[in-house]
């Protein structure tokens, strides 16, 4: 799950902002904050992957709560709203951490949604494509929790695991073998069409050599079991698949 939070004081561009990257971006989480007090607050209890910070908002700067944002978070990407697109107002951005900086009425939605896509290219995503939601769920907070800057999003079937694929491009897919009403080995093909670089981890309930071969014949690059028993299996794989520092 790709983590936002939108700190935003003026509710009709707020809500706008929201529904579009909730619709070009449906494995996003997004949060919302109306005021500066509320926003650092949310911004500092959580790691966010991308913020989108009013200059100005009530009890509270945008500049200087980006400048505190990114002195405990540094990875977090700030882009800074502001109604005038003005040399001091960037390198006012600049000088307190933002990243990017977008116009009220000039950038357009085209332009947002380019700044969000060169930052999923620049983190390794993984894709969890599992029917049941608690095994999805363990799988996202474990990878999560050890590969904090990892983009992670969650699909429950086919049609929704092709969609995320497609926006997502992910260097990995957590697929399991047991999906319901589903053919694995043309699911593979497909995630493939839209992804080329993809790896697959093929995943059921039961470790039993019948699962690995079936895994392996449906275009896997791996197998581990579903569930607790197949998490230090699975952290092993996804860390030796880890691109180098510089490399991704």
Known sequence: MINVLIAEDNAAYR?????????????????????????????????????????????????????????????????????????????????????????????????????????????????????????????????????????VAEAANAAEGIGHAAMLKPDLVLLDLGLQDTRIAELVQDIRRVSTETRFIGMTSDDVQAHRVRAMGCGMDYFVPLGPSGHTELALIVHALQPEPGDH
């Not at 619709?23 to 996003?28: C, H, I, S």
């Not at 332009?111 to 996202?140: C, F, H, K, N, P």
Request: aromatic content about 6%; overall charge neutral.
């Open 15 to 151: 809500r706008s902002l929201h529904q579009m990257l909730a619709k070009r971006f449906p494995f996003m989480h997004i949060a919302e904050s109306a005021d500066g007090v509320d926003a650092l607050h949310q911004a500092l209890g959580r790691h966010y992957d991308l913020i989108f910070m009013d200059v100005r908002l009530p009890h509270g700067n945008g500049l200087d709560l980006t400048r505190a944002i990114k002195g405990v978070f540094a990875s977090s990407i700030v882009c800074v709203i502001t109604i005038q697109d003005l040399p001091e107002y960037r390198d006012a951005a600049l000088r307190n951490g933002a990243d990017h900086l977008i116009v009220k009425g000039e950038s357009t939605t085209e332009e947002i949604a380019a700044m969000v896509e060169s930052l999923l290219e620049t983190r390794y995503r993984a894709l969890i494509l599992v029917g049941d939601a608690l095994y999805r769920r363990q799988l996202s907070v474990l990878l999560s929790a050890r590969w904090p800057l990892m983009i």
